[in-house]
């Protein structure tokens, strides 16, 4: 999972900028199996000619899943002046972007959708009470490179 500095990385949630320790991405793909035994009658070894065997193992490429962790992630007051703080719910929807250290503003995660599936609240005595923030993407993502609509 690559893991972002987060102290001067930009991240927006909801459209409010957030300060987040810590930031994991881990994208993964399902593989799944179109394996081709046909012709074969169960036997991997026979010959359909000379160039292709009768039975073959195949995979492609499934849905695309990213899953996002923020981790101590306070809202920025500084930045933020005109709003309030947003109060995070397990199985609310939510967007984000995610800009890394020193990169350009077009160098950027996109989450257009992703359901929070785990809020744990961490305590503090004073200021604004940090959250860690677990979602998954309910739709398409835009990793660095790929253009967002």
């Known amino acids: 999972m690559p893991t972002i500095a987060g ?6 949630i909801n459209g409010a900028n957030y300060n ?3 930031i ?7 593989d799944l199996d179109v394996t081709n035994s046909e012709g074969a009658s169960g036997d991997a070894n026979a010959v359909v000619d000379e160039t292709y065997p009768a039975a073959f193992q195949a995979a492609v490429a ?5 899953r996002v962790n ?3 992630a306070t809202f920025d007051v500084e930045n933020n002046p005109f709003l309030t703080p947003f109060t995070f719910f397990e199985g609310d929807y ?3 972007e995610v800009v890394p250290d020193r990169a350009d503003g077009d160098v950027k995660w996109v989450f257009p959708s992703l359901l929070v599936t785990e809020i744990k609240y961490e305590q ?3 200021g604004l ?3 860690s923030i677990s979602a998954r993407t309910n739709g398409k993502y835009f990793p660095p490179g790929q253009i967002a609509p």
Do not use: H, L, Y
């Open 7 to 12: 102290f001067k990385a930009a991240v927006a």
């Open 20 to 22: 987040v320790a810590e």
């Open 24 to 30: 994991g991405i881990d994208q993964t793909v399902e």
């Open 62 to 66: 499934g849905p695309r899943i990213a």
């Open 70 to 72: 923020f981790k101590s």
């Open 94 to 96: 939510i967007n984000a």
């Open 124 to 126: 503090t005595a004073r």
């Open 129 to 131: 009470q940090p959250i």
